[in-house]
């Protein structure tokens, strides 16, 4: 089955540092993969999603995120954390064949220090 | 504009009752999904629904049920058997038949039970 893992339920970095935040999925072909931003009490927005085009995938406010198959990883990274990244991000996948089911890893919080 | 909106935003309810949360999109998309979330848990499955008048259990279905009449609408219903409903529920939807098919989130109804 697939799965998808965020190592570390909080992450904390000052701003202008870099930001990483970890995903590794389990899948035995290439998968489809996302990344999602939650502010609180709020739904989810995409940040960005891998469509096998090209494993290195830019999203929106400045975040990024690269395929890399050989380490089953799709880590999102900012190169400079504004107060405003401050949120929930989950990673997810959405499983193959027929059914369009997601699975979600679940969560980092990303708290970004002044 | 398109996309998912939620009602109520926040809903109380008396142990023993039944609620319905309205779940409703305006994108055109196929497939729709109830989650629920609690704190530390990312987001579990609990209904899909992937054309009119189908739709099939997720992961923590007991205790829920839904009805998905027409395209745009997918209500979720709590009854009186799901012994810890307090949570924050999310609807999505998605197309279904492209490469990815990203996932659209609404905003959210946090229900409390008294």
């Known amino acids: 089955a697939q799965s998808v893992t965020q190592l570390g339920s909080h992450v904390s970095v000052s701003e202008g540092a870099l930001v990483l935040l970890r995903c590794n999925y389990s899948s035995s072909v290439p998968p489809y993969l996302f990344w999602y931003v939650q502010y609180p009490n709020q739904g989810l927005q995409l940040l960005l999603k891998?469509?096998?085009?090209?494993?290195l995938v830019k999203g929106i406010n400045g975040f990024e995120a690269e395929f890399k198959k050989s380490e089953t990883s799709f880590h999102l990274t900012k190169p400079s954390a504004h107060m405003s990244d401050a949120a929930e991000y989950f990673c997810a996948v959405r499983t193959l064949g027929g059914t369009y089911k997601y699975i979600f890893g679940t969560g980092t919080r990303l708290k970004v220090l002044a | 504009d398109g996309g998912i909106t939620q009602s109520p935003k926040y809903l109380f309810r008396k142990e023993g009752q039944n609620v319905t949360l309205s779940c409703e999109q305006n994108?055109?998309?196929?497939?729709m999904y109830w989650y629920r979330q609690d704190p530390g848990q990312g987001l579990r499955l609990i209904y899909y629904?992937?054309?009119?008048?189908?739709?099939q259990k997720g992961d923590i279905a007991e205790g829920y049920s839904v009805s998905r009449e027409k395209k745009e609408s997918f209500p979720l219903t709590v009854t009186s058997a799901q012994k810890n409903p307090t949570a924050f529920y999310l609807c999505a939807s998605t197309s279904v038949g492209g490469a990815t098919d990203t996932q659209y989130f609404g905003p959210g109804t946090r229900l409390t039970v008294l």
């Open positions: 891998y469509t096998s085009a090209a494993t």
């Open positions: 629904s992937q054309i009119v008048n189908d739709f």
């Open positions: 994108l055109n998309h196929d497939a």
